[in-house]
């Protein structure tokens, strides 16, 4: 069956058209072809929302910017886990034409920069035609209904230990993919602040379990690390109960978690 292709100059243009046009999905670069719906609009054309403000304290992105454009940052004006979170996204030719915000609102599976944005703690701004609001990494569920996705706001933290990891093929995305990050800060020999992401399936940040590691001393003893997985697990399992996930992918969860606090021993 045809594709059917509108086209939007600014945002207001891009409203009006989703509200218009019944069953108009919003796209980015259409890197996943098998996927594209019959009737799209995309934002790449949209100035407002390709565009890349950098501050002293955060970076906002618009969701039309492309993997390529970031990283020709340089990894030195990115967070470490999410710079080398989009090295991994596929090859430069597919990162030339996938956008961050078709990466972050993939609704079939949570793709390889939700969990780096997730542990980063990013906000998410969306805009309908008369409110905007903010959703942080945390909360976010789905799209509002009658908004759109305005930026992307994201903090520079990278702490003293920044990982991220992938599970599954490499380079490319099917139902076993999951990333993984990790961000650890210290001062005086004891854990500040840490964050913890995990994104597949699901996505998951718990931060009971992460309070429940600031103040501990290091370095960390091979007990401490033993009962810090054993917490992960109990967190994770919980908010795993009603999600179709393989056993497989449920241990490399915990083996992550193990080597991301064994680099704190």
Known sequence: MEKTVFYAKNIDAL???????QNLEIVGGCTRIEQIPQKFISVKKIPELCKIERHERYIDVGPGVTLSELLNLGQNHLPKVLYQAILTVANPNVRNLATIGGNILETNQKL????PLLALDAKLEFESSSDKRIITMQ???TIPEGYILKNIQIPFTDGDISIFKRTGPE???DENSASFAFIAETERNTISQISLAYAGPFAFRNKDFENSIIG???PLSKNTVEEIQRSAKEKFTEAARDIMMNDVMRQQFLNLVRYAFEQLM
Do not use: E
């Open 15 to 21: 409203l009006f058209q989703t509200k218009t046009a």
């Open 112 to 115: 390889t920069l939700y969990a």
């Open 139 to 141: 909360n976010f569920k």
């Open 171 to 173: 380079h490319s995305i």
């Open 216 to 218: 501990l001393r290091l």
